[in-house]
């Protein structure tokens, strides 16, 4: 389906269209995942009925024990707060 056919149909549909973060299906909260490709480094969640992802131009973190993840605790200690406290409409 080209893009310009795929705009209309979800522009025209008469329902929602959900995917999952992460599988196949439909989303569902309390999902998530992370992953890297050269020279990013992404995390996707559905959380509370929020979809979102953060992308961030690197992958070469300083050296790190897996406890010390830079990324993961960026979004463990800022991001998630952050929504959690500023709930969308």
């Known amino acids: 389906m080209s893009h310009t056919r795929l705009t209309h149909h979800l522009l ?9 973060v992460w599988g196949n299906g ?9 992953g890297s490709t050269p020279g ?9 009925g929020l979809d979102w992802a953060i992308t961030v131009n690197t992958r070469d ?5 897996t406890a ?14 952050f929504l ?3 709930p969308t409409v």
């Open 12 to 20: 025209n549909s008469s329902t929602d269209i959900f995917v999952a």
């Open 26 to 34: 439909g989303r569902a909260d309390g999902y998530a995942r992370s």
């Open 40 to 48: 990013t480094s992404t995390y996707a969640e559905s959380a509370n």
């Open 61 to 65: 973190w300083a050296p790190y024990t």
């Open 68 to 81: 010390d993840d830079p990324f993961t605790t960026f979004i463990n200690n800022a991001v998630a707060p």
């Open 84 to 86: 959690g406290n500023n």
